[in-house]
């Protein structure tokens, strides 16, 4: 195996570029109409910045006093009054602004009319009864024609306003606008895939990828060929259309497509296979040919699809779960992957934990040229992961790589980030400065056992059952030959339904004979039987243990050929994934039945008879789970002894087997 310190792509340390922030067009609007508003407000305006009064003002205060020089009568609906220069000794000069009119002097005020003839009239009446020796001002009519304003009050700005609106509006729903967002309802097709750009920077590198050696090979393999092409069509190769990371939730397939992302130097696509999909027909077929025509584009570059199982499921396979859109957008996938275009230089990526949902032409050489498998990390492979999580962290010196790796055997890297996330929490509720061993020991009890609940009440008789139901397990698993080696046995509660828990440490295989599944359906059994010995009925809590013997049962029998009366047969169909009908016929399925019911009681009493040959270790174990309510291997060695097969290795890929008592026959 690879170092997991490898060496990125050249290239990969570019600098980010430095954009600045997006320009918002909502600010073009908004500055638009802010000066709309106070254009109009000022234009409507002008020329009326003097005092306001009334015509019997004007007339007793001024004309009859003769203090007016001048009136003038603007547009029929206004009037200005200019007082003589004894009246306004310092009357300051306005020069006027072009378009609004040129007046010598200031206004001293003005008063609203309501129509030319009424003034002329009015005015005709005062200049009657003026005393005699007051001069008659002089009256002129103005009309003050604005262009702007006229403009702007009769036509333009309701135009201009609704234009405004218009480009708003298709803004919004992504049409028409410049920018318009792929998410509107007229670019409702348009693919949602985000770019990456060449020289993007991502944060994610192949270092952060851990324990995924040979997957990393692959991937970066698929890289050269984007950047290096002629180094292999020289011989003749040709470049992959595309590549399938397969594995279970949580090992790492999204974050190594993250990775490539951050070392490779071409343009890279990132999609999600529920993007597609859409309330409106022909939307999922629509936005596959859009993300193809922007990375031909682009070319050469990298399409990654997550979870692609939500597009790419068996097409046909009941006529009742059928979804013509679904499978509208495989078939579209399926022509551009490979279809008559012969699209070169763009490779797809996609990731998947359902590989045996996936349509046969999706996967066949020509799309989906290899099948890279992302397993659950060795021991090895979760010692790195650990490394890397945990640079992060404050840990202590005692802290034990190691022995964390060996305590978590099937554990995924998103579960051990969980893990180390959790010791950091459960340190700082300690008010710790440093993470320390315990506090992994504490964070991989609740991940595996759920929350420890110190205030829940439990029965001495119920505390007193658990105890036995627990040591059953140990007991079984200690003196069976394949059973799993134990690690730890609680009678803690934990989460919503575990009472106490057994924690094995599984070895390592990957076939398993008969006499293997045997065992550890003894040891399954171990809690049950304990409880039938020592008190002479059972409880609900081996609700857990019954359902994955009966699961383990029936795959011996109907799957696996590991019974004489149903023979070398195997009625698994994993292509199937909604089945109407068994395989076989009601005969069978009766024989099926009947050998399975034998066989688990058969183990039943396996297990009844290994707790009866020990019952002086079982009532020792059963009260020191009493005193101290979990119990180590070093524990057990001292109550018990040595155990008398030798432990094995751990496993390196299959999950532990732990039995759990439940609170009621419903919790699992």
């Known amino acids: 195996m690879e170092d997991n310190k490898q ?77 003589t220069p004894a009246a306004t000794p310092q009357q300051p000069e306005d ?49 003050r024609g604005n262009w702007l304003r006229d403009i702007l009050n009769s036509f333009l700005l309701p135009i201009i306003i609704l234009v405004a609106m218009w480009f708003l509006i298709m803004r919004k729903m992504g049409g028409g606008a410049p920018g318009g967002g792929a998410g509107g309802i007229f670019n409702i097709g348009k693919s949602k ?16 990828v851990a324990g995924l050696d040979e997957a990393k090979v692959e991937v970066m393999e698929i890289v050269d060929f984007l950047k290096n092409p002629k180094k292999y069509t020289a011989l003749g190769g040709k470049i992959p259309k595309g590549a399938l990371l397969v594995g279970p939730p949580g090992t790492g397939k999204t974050l190594l497509a993250k990775a490539v992302a951050g070392e490779a130097q071409v343009p890279f696509f990132s999609m999600s296979g529920s993007d ?42 009941n006529v009742v779960m059928s979804n013509d859109e679904r499978e509208n957008t495989l078939n579209q996938l399926l022509v551009e992957m490979d279809g008559f275009s012969g699209d070169t230089g763009i490779i797809v990526l996609a990731a998947t934990n359902r590989p045996d949902v996936l349509d046969t032409a999706l996967l066949r050489p020509g799309r989906f040229d290899r099948q890279i498998s992302i397993d659950i990390p060795d021991v ?47 340190a ?58 134990l690690i730890k046995v609680s009678i803690v509660p934990r989460g919503v339904a575990a009472l106490g828990y057994a924690q094995y440490l599984p070895k390592e295989q990957y076939l398993y004979t008969l006499e293997q599944m045997q065992d550890q359906m003894v040891a399954l059994f171990g809690g049950r039987a304990a409880e039938q ?63 399975v019911r034998a066989l688990i009681a058969e183990q039943y009493e396996r297990a009844k008879d290994l707790l009866r040959q020990h019952v002086h270790h079982l009532n020792a174990l059963a009260a020191e789970l009493l005193k101290k309510e979990v119990l180590y291997k070093d524990d057990l060695e001292r109550l018990i002894g040595q155990r008398p097969y030798e432990d094995m290795s751990p496993n390196e890929g299959i999950p532990p087997v732990t039995g759990t008592i439940a609170e009621n026959p419903i919790a699992s």
């Open 7 to 83: 060496k990125p792509f050249p290239g990969s340390d570019n600098k980010p570029s430095r954009k600045g922030p997006r320009f918002n067009i909502y600010w073009v609007y908004g500055i638009i109409f802010v000066a709309l508003i106070i254009l109009q407000f000022y234009t409507s305006n002008v020329g009326t910045t003097a005092v306001t009064k009334s015509f019997q003002e004007f007339r007793d205060e001024y004309l009859y006093k003769g203090k007016v020089e001048q009136v003038k009568v603007v547009n029929g609906n206004e009037v200005e009054v200019f007082l």
């Open 193 to 208: 895939a985000q770019l990456f750009e060449k020289g993007t920077r991502v944060n994610i590198t192949f270092n952060d």
């Open 380 to 426: 090895k492979g979760r010692e790195k992961i650990f490394d890397v999580h945990l640079k992060p962290i404050k840990k202590s010196a005692d802290l034990n790589i190691n022995k964390l790796a060996v305590q978590t055997p099937g554990f995924a890297g998103a579960d051990i980030a969980n893990i180390c996330n959790e010791a950091a929490l459960i």
């Open 95 to 143: 020069k006027g602004l072009p378009g609004f009119g040129n007046n010598a002097k200031a206004p001293a005020f003005t008063f609203k009319i309501g129509s030319d003839e009424q003034f002329r009239d009015d005015m005709a009446d005062a200049l009657k009864a003026k005393p005699a020796e007051v001069k008659e001002p002089n009256v002129y009519y103005d009309v």
């Open 276 to 317: 597609f999909v859409e309330l409106f027909v022909g939307v999922g077929a629509s936005r596959v040919r859009d993300l193809f025509k922007q990375a031909r584009e682009k070319a050469p570059c990298i399409v990654f699809i997550d979870e692609i199982d939500a597009i790419g499921r068996a097409r046909g396979k």
């Open 428 to 485: 700082a509720r300690k008010g710790k400065e440093e993470v320390e061993m315990s506090d992994f020991n504490d964070a991989i009890d609740r991940v595996i056992g759920g929350l420890e609940k110190k205030n829940k009440i439990i029965s001495p008789e119920e505390k007193k059952v658990i105890a036995f139901h627990e040591a059953g397990h140990a007991i079984c698993g200690w003196f069976l030959e394949h059973a799993h080696p």
């Open 533 to 595: 010995i020592t008190f002479g009925k059972v409880s609900t809590g081996a609700q857990n243990d019954l359902e994955r013997i009966t699961k383990m049962a029936y795959s011996m029998v109907s799957i696996y050929g590991m019974n004489e009366k149903v023979g070398n047969v195997s009625y698994y169909d994993g292509n199937q994934e909604y089945a109407t009908a068994k395989p076989y016929s009601e005969e069978t399925s009766k024989i099926i039945d009947q050998e």
